[in-house]
């Protein structure tokens, strides 16, 4: 399979655990975008890459978060000190230069903080 | 800022009734438009886009035209499955910059048989 992937799917953590989590994009893809969806609402934009450079950063995007894509190829996002309005499903989508401007999702990685 | 607002749900229809689910957008820019499916446990799923005013996305049967007199692009399909029961958000995309996707918050529909 050629898609988005993000691992692990399922995350449960206690209040002010570290969480990280994986993004693979698609290979040829030089763009990656992160996302977070609470419930009943659409994703919201977090952080974008182009190569390893983190270009955009949304104010959604806490001191206690961090991404990284130090090859240009996967990208990891970091929680630390989780809370509980953190759990939401993290979502990763990637991007080629060629296409247009169709971002491909990942399934996304759900995360529980209890 | 750019925004996408879209009607709320849930939208309940029967098998073979008509769908349209209403979506309009700020019209900073030169969007493209896109409408994706997330189906019960899964990721999102593209489903049609249109990148240019009064273009037509249209996918597994659904429609959307891109308007951009009335800043709409509304979801259309003549004749609903059971299996299209999913959640549908319209989103919106700039054509240059860093192209981030704002979305609109999700309209869900059931389909009952």
């Known amino acids: 399979d050629t898609g988005v992937s993000q691992n692990p799917r399922h995350k449960i953590t206690k209040r002010g655990q570290n969480v990280t989590f994986r993004c693979d994009p698609i290979s040829e893809h030089n763009r990656l975008y992160w996302y977070r969806q609470t419930l009943g609402q659409g994703p919201e934009f977090l952080t974008y890459f182009q190569n390893e450079a983190q270009l955009e950063k949304s104010r959604l995007l806490s001191d206690r978060f961090s991404a990284e894509r130090p090859k240009g190829s996967f990208s990891t996002l970091e929680i630390q000190r989780t809370e509980q309005g953190d759990s939401a499903m993290y979502l990763c989508?990637?991007?080629?230069?060629?296409?247009?401007?169709?971002?491909?999702f990942g399934p996304g990685t759900r995360l529980l903080v209890l | 800022g750019d925004s996408v607002t879209q009607m709320e749900g849930p939208v309940t229809l029967s098998e073979e009734a008509f769908l349209t689910i209403n979506c309009t957008y700020t019209?900073?820019?030169?969007?493209?438009l896109f409408w994706y499916v997330q189906y019960p446990g899964e990721g999102l799923q593209l489903l049609l886009k249109?990148?240019?005013?009064?273009d037509k996305g249209s996918n597994k049967g659904f429609e959307a035209t891109y308007r951009k007199e009335t800043t709409s692009f509304h979801l259309e399909k003549g004749s609903v499955q059971v299996s299209d029961s999913a959640v549908y958000f319209c989103?919106?995309?700039?054509?240059?910059?860093?192209?981030?996707?704002?979305f609109g918050t999700g309209t869900k529909l059931q389909v009952i048989p």
């Open positions: 019209a900073t820019g030169y969007p493209s």
């Open positions: 249109a990148t240019k005013a009064d």
């Open positions: 989103a919106r995309a700039n054509s240059g910059g860093y192209q981030k996707v704002t």
């Open positions: 989508a990637s991007k080629g230069t060629s296409g247009g401007e169709t971002q491909y």
